[in-house]
């Protein structure tokens, strides 16, 4: 009948919602389920494993957003290697929230963190570039070609050639032994290039002022320890260049680190608002609250865990404003974390009257951090 025709279209469109349901449910979270061929390294293995083996390694946690859209091609790339007869890479995976020891051992302060550890060295690297099968792959092939080529590179290694005035001329078979360790800034260039040539006594004569001092060398990328930090992009006049490589050489950071131990003050009071994911919400309603997300193990966290006091303390007599904390790594707040959309540690976000409005990405000073919050709290006076 007509009517058993509409129960039926109803009942199927309820088994269909029913599936939708199920199928959203089981992609809320990262499950081991989701890896067939990526080896799972835990605190009991993992040592043991990148003595063996070189392996390439996401470190991520189940409730990342960014560690479930790279899944299936991490699990693909396992795929493709840890089947593959007499592969020379192992793709591995460690879940920080059940493997804290190791996550923190190897400074793990986002998620996903990618990295490349080579069998019998001691330090990893670290994946910087787009996660899709391509470069992953380009960046497995340079690590395993650097392996490759190192024999032949101790038995004939290309001697540089002496500096003049400071300036060091570089070539192909020089460029990597150079830039391998230090700092540098390095001019690239065609002689037949207008601007290049009237850029040319500027740089002799930045060469000559810097000849004396350790880190002064050619150009216009620079480069630490074999790796491009960025593209100077700056006025091309000796001033500027100078002050430029002075800035990067660090010699305002250095001044800042002799300072740092006349700074260390005690341990501060425990005053910020810690909270749960049962207590969150009603948290947040009213007001003004600024919510650190963190991880015990974070390096970062760690550094900023006294200001974050300091800030509350800032606060105390105004109560309009909240300064609160969640630990992520609490097995009750990982739901929380994950619908907060925290995938690094330290995430500060700002929320006002039960909606979240920034997230912070500024200076983690004490003073940058409280004209943040005092900047959405109209009625608060400037202590």
């Known amino acids: ?90 793709i591995g995976r460690v879940d920080c929230t059940e493997e804290d020891s190791v996550c923190s051992a190897h400074e793990v302060t986002g998620y996903p963190t990618l990295k490349f550890f080579k069998l019998g060295e001691t330090e990893s690297i670290k994946f910087r570039g787009t996660r ?25 290694k290309p001697d540089l050639p002496e500096a003049t005035q400071g300036l060091q001329e570089l070539t192909d078979e020089t460029f990597g032994k150079f830039v391998a360790s230090g700092k540098h800034f390095v001019k690239f260039y065609a002689p037949w290039c207008g601007h290049c040539q009237k850029l040319a006594p500027t740089w002799t004569e930045l060469a000559k002022a810097l000849e004396h001092e350790k880190a002064g060398y050619p150009s216009l990328l620079w480069i630490e320890d074999g790796k491009k930090v960025e593209k100077y992009s700056g006025a091309r006049s000796l001033e500027e260049l100078k002050a430029y490589v002075d800035k990067m050489v660090g010699k305002e950071a250095a001044k800042v680190a002799e300072k740092a131990p ?12 810690q909270l749960t994911g049962s207590t969150f919400d009603h948290a947040i309603e009213t007001g003004v609250t600024f919510v650190k997300f963190f991880a015990p193990w974070c390096g970062h966290c760690k550094r900023l865990a006294p200001t974050w006091e300091e800030l509350a303390v800032k606060f105390v007599g105004n109560s309009n404003v909240k300064i609160a904390k969640v630990d992520c790594t609490v097995a009750d707040n990982k739901e929380l974390c994950s619908t907060q959309e925290v ?33 959405h709290d109209k009625g608060h006076d400037e202590l």
């Not at 992609?27 to 390294?41: D, K, P």
């Not at 391509?134 to 038995?155: A, S, Y």
């Not at 330290?346 to 004209?371: I, V």
């Open 262 to 273: 006349e700074e260390t003050k005690e341990e501060s009071p425990q005053v910020a608002l």
């Open 1 to 90: 009948s007509s009517g058993s025709c509409k129960s039926g279209i109803v009942l199927e469109k309820m088994k269909c919602f029913l599936l939708i349901l199920l199928a959203s449910c089981l992609s809320v979270s990262l499950g081991h389920e989701e890896f067939v061929h990526t080896i799972q390294l835990t605190s009991e293995n993992f040592s043991k494993e990148i003595k063996e083996s070189n392996f390439f390694v996401m470190f991520f946690a189940p409730w990342c957003g960014h560690c479930k859209r790279l899944a299936p091609t991490w699990e693909q790339l396992a795929e493709m290697l840890n089947t593959k007869e007499g592969s020379r890479v192992k």
């Open 343 to 375: 995938d690094g540690f330290p995430t500060l976000h700002l929320y006002k009257a039960g909606a979240k409005l920034e997230e912070y990405n500024g200076s983690r000073t004490l003073d940058a951090l409280y004209q943040f919050v005092a900047k």
């Open 132 to 156: 899709d099968l391509p470069t992953l792959t380009t960046f497995i092939n340079e690590q395993l070609g650097e392996t490759e080529k190192k024999e032949e590179e101790e038995e004939e």
